[in-house]
Nanobody, 117 residues
Framework: QVKLVESGGGLVQPGGSLRLSCAAS????????MGWYRQAPGKQRELVAA???????NYADSVKGRFTISRDNAKITVHLQMNSLKPEDTAVYCC???????????WGKGTLVTVSS
């Protein structure tokens, strides 16, 4: 069993920055990838950014150049640095972890990011 705990959400003005963190804990496991998804009211959940165990990254087109995903392998933590935030970035951001051997997905409970003046 894997537990994911997110932190760092909140209210920020347009153009501001936030840093989300997600710490994984639990039984011994190998990670295929970790990432962040978001879901805005009335919209489907979408991938924001992901990073594989090898360090390959993938970003949604809407956040390229503004968001950066990184991992601390020793602490099994993934971070999402979000800069130049826009009102349309407002959503619940959920951490995701894909286990290497089974490709099973674990999810965090989510953290709310609100971009508003």
């Amino acid at each position: 069993q894997v537990k994911l705990v997110e932190s760092g959400g909140g209210l920020v003005q347009p153009g501001g920055s936030l840093r989300l963190s997600c710490a994984a804990s639990g039984s011994r496991f190998s990670i295929y990838a970790m990432g962040w998804y978001r879901q805005a009211p009335g919209k489907q959940r979408e991938l924001v950014a992901a990073i594989t165990s090898g360090g390959n990254t993938n970003y949604a087109d809407s956040v390229k150049g503004r968001f950066t995903i990184s991992r601390d392998n020793a602490k099994i933590t993934v971070h999402l640095q979000m800069n130049s935030l826009k009102p349309e970035d407002t959503a619940v951001y959920c951490c995701n972890l894909v286990v290497a051997d089974t490709l099973y997905n674990y999810w965090g409970k989510g953290t709310l990011v609100t971009v508003s003046s």
